[in-house]
């Protein structure tokens, strides 16, 4: 079932909305504030969320990117008065969907329809989307992420050791700080190290079934 969830404070202008999607096979939650329909949001029962009305710019600024962490997938489209260009860019940047002006006749009802549909559409291809990295694309991420520990590790330790002219007590300290993100790299390190013996393992047998393979024929 696809959820579109439409909040607005004006109950008239809430439920104007609502009527347009009247014909619709849409789920289609009507609420004061977008809060009331928390819980649906979270449980992935709500994919489109048509916010209208006037809204305070930093309250909205701070909204959107709360309801991404609830569903990175949600499709977010404002229905509002014209933006400053400096606000919808920090709106855009977060992740929105559509701005669209309040609907006025036809015309405008009919944006506003189209952009809710292609909303829907956009929402299932991004859930649908298959996981296109290559093993090599995980490796160099791998290789990243564990790097960056290293340079974490490098950079702290000259910073706790500084002043070698005092006497040094912490030394034990260090190490042991130092012992616990070698492990930390070790498991990072690990999964990306099994992948590898397991690939060099298939292509040995590989090699050795071609072999075989071929001394048979000869």
Known sequence: ????????????????????????????????????????????????????????????????????????????????????????????????????????????????????????????ANVNAPNTLTFKEKTMLNAKSIFTTLSIILLSVPAMAADTTKVYTSGILVLLFVGFCALIVVAQLLPAVMNLMGMTKKAAQNAKKMQTSSLEKN
Do not use: W
């Open 1 to 124: 079932m696809q959820g579109l969830l439409i909040a607005n404070k004006n109950r008239t202008e809430r439920d104007k909305l609502a009527s347009i999607f009247s014909d619709d096979a849409y789920q289609v939650s009507s609420y004061a504030s977008v809060v009331e329909g928390l819980e649906k949001i979270i449980n992935k029962t709500i994919q489109v969320i048509v916010l209208a009305g006037d809204f305070d710019e930093q309250h909205i600024v701070k909204l959107v990117p709360l309801l991404k962490k609830c569903n990175r997938h949600l499709s977010i489209i404002l229905v509002t008065a014209e933006l400053p260009l400096t606000l919808l860019r920090k709106i855009r940047k977060e992740g929105v969907f559509y701005h669209a002006l309040p609907p006025v006749g036809e015309i405008g009802c009919e944006e506003i329809h189209q952009v809710v549909s292609c909303a829907f559409k956009t929402y299932q």
